[in-house]
């Protein structure tokens, strides 16, 4: 409602369009519904890393990766000693299989602000995807948010051949964010291989509303 409101009182606003993009994205998965907004904020806000990033953001989930890059490009290009822009980079290039360019985009962003949240078990699962679980089991233990840290260490330990620590990451995910981590265990579930537990726990996490 407020975003909405915003957009209202100010149509000429790219930080308005932008945001009612992405809670309609982001809180929602109205993904059809947030692509209005968040391209109209990409014509408006060409000058304005932060819209920029978040429309890059939007376009890699949707596969747009040639607009997610520019787009990226460009808000690294207006703001390069904002950390959080660093990182949007690094999504875009994970989204597109671009991972060691992701691995080094996010690790710019911790060059700026070492304390940077979602930025470490990034690393890490991107280094999953090149193959290198023991990487990225170093790299998810330095990640301060439990919420990406867990599913990191599940799925690298599992791709270590150690069972045992990977089911205890995934129960210690469990006890601690209960439903509000099911798109973490569906990620988990799917670095096992475990493609129809992991659809059932999305499914769930679906009719839960899990943004």
Known sequence: SAALRAV????????AHSTLGYVLFQAQLRVADARGPSERSYELGGGEAHVLARYAGFAAATRKFDAAERAANRARELDPLNATIHRAVGFVQYASGQYEASIASVERALSLNEKLSDSHARIGMALIALGRPAEA?????KEN?????TPCIAIAQHLLGDDAAAKAALAELKDAYGDAGLYQQAQILAGWGQADEALAVL?????????
């Open 8 to 15: 209202e009182i100010g149509p000429s606003s790219a930080d």
């Open 137 to 141: 089991l170093a790299a998810a233990a």
């Open 145 to 149: 948010s439990g919420m990406v840290r």
């Open 203 to 211: 499914r769930h996490a679906l009719e839960l509303g899990d943004s």
